[in-house]
């Protein structure tokens, strides 16, 4: 959860200071862990699956932020191809917007 909030932050804050990072990255990980605290005791039986449900919400927001940034583009990763040892080394091509 904190990792999305340092992505959302290098976007739309271009060179934040190493202050604003953490600052960031310790909010949002202390909503979250208030939010969870609050789920674990409201919804006892869906715990799980809510906290899991915000974890992968959380990993496509940071998709998709990471998808139109900036940085990524202009370091040249806009049309790079990843091979994929598992895959019997077939690439991985990923293009931003």
């Known amino acids: 959860m904190a990792g999305v909030a340092i992505v959302a932050l290098n976007i739309w ?45 959380a990993a496509s927001v940071t998709l998709l932020l990471l998808a139109n940034s900036p940085h990524l583009l202009k370091a040249g990763f806009a049309e790079r191809r990843t091979p994929i040892p598992w895959l019997n080394q077939r690439c991985l091509s990923i293009r931003f917007a």
């Open 13 to 57: 804050g271009m060179e934040p200071s190493r202050a604003a990072v953490q600052v960031a990255a310790f909010g949002a990980a202390a909503v979250f862990a208030f939010l969870f605290r609050w789920v674990g005791k409201t919804m006892t039986v869906e715990q799980e699956a809510a906290i899991g449900s915000c974890f992968i919400v």
